[in-house]
């Protein structure tokens, strides 16, 4: 299994697909382009951010979309998506590396399909978790999507990390809610684990998107 680069302090920031005119829109404004904001030098510091693309496998189009960018992405499928065994196969040919989005339960929202619940057995978390790793052989940690109620469940979370730990998979804690249990408890059960620090939502628009990304460097910076 690929090792992942993770040096200590290195913030996370997560993404949504990015429609193609917002694409657009961004390549055509050279002054403000993601590409110049991650390339600010610090003084006498250099940082790197983790930046990843969730929601991945719905949109047809995203994987070519966002592989035109050329910038160096992490993206996270949801399993079940209709793209995502295609997409994901295209970012391992690719060099580009993959996640696992699993559905978690949200406090306001209805549970879908394929969502893992406070209620859901250890049986049924392990079993969704092979079938996302087998939907996505390459990927090399999981990430929750949405979950604010399933990881403040101290419970759910226990029966999550133990089918988590013998997968070898780096976890990364989504940080849906500030009370998430998920990255203190997989620490403690020594799976490598990491927390999101900044969020990003192409709905928000660009200078929503150059502030976050200069909070998560001048997070970078105080570490």
């Not at 993404?15 to 390339?39: D, F, G, V």
């Not at 690719?94 to 859901?120: C, F, N, V, W, Y």
């Not at 490598?192 to 200069?214: C, F, S, W």
Request: include cysteine; charge should be positive; charged fraction near 25%.
């Amino acid at each position: 299994m690929r090792q992942l680069p993770t040096p200590k302090g290195q913030p996370y920031i997560a993404a949504n697909p990015i429609p193609a005119k917002k694409i657009t829109e961004r390549k055509a404004t050279s002054e403000s382009t993601p590409q110049r904001a991650l390339k600010q030098p610090a003084a006498n510091k250099t940082c790197d951010l983790v930046i990843m693309i969730d929601d991945m496998g719905f949109r047809k189009k995203a994987y070519a979309e966002i592989k035109a960018l050329a910038l160096d992405l992490t993206l996270s499928f949801l399993p079940h998506a209709p793209y995502t065994a295609a997409h994901a196969k295209a970012a391992n040919r690719d060099g580009i590396e993959s996640r696992i989005h699993l559905p978690m339960q949200a406090k306001r929202l209805t549970p879908e399909a394929h969502t893992l619940t406070t209620d859901s057995t250890f049986e049924e978390i392990n079993e969704r978790l092979w079938s996302a790793k087998q939907k996505l052989p390459h990927a090399v940690g999981v990430n929750n999507h949405q979950g604010s109620a399933f990881t403040e469940s101290q419970v759910a979370v226990n029966r999550f990390v133990k089918a988590v730990a013998p997968m070898q998979l780096m976890l990364l804690d989504s940080r849906t809610t500030a009370d998430s249990r998920l990255a203190k408890t997989a620490k403690a059960n020594s799976i490598p684990t990491k927390e999101r620090h900044v969020d990003l939502e192409h709905n928000e628009g660009q200078p929503y998107a150059e502030a976050m990304i200069t909070k998560a460097l001048a997070q970078c910076r105080r570490k």
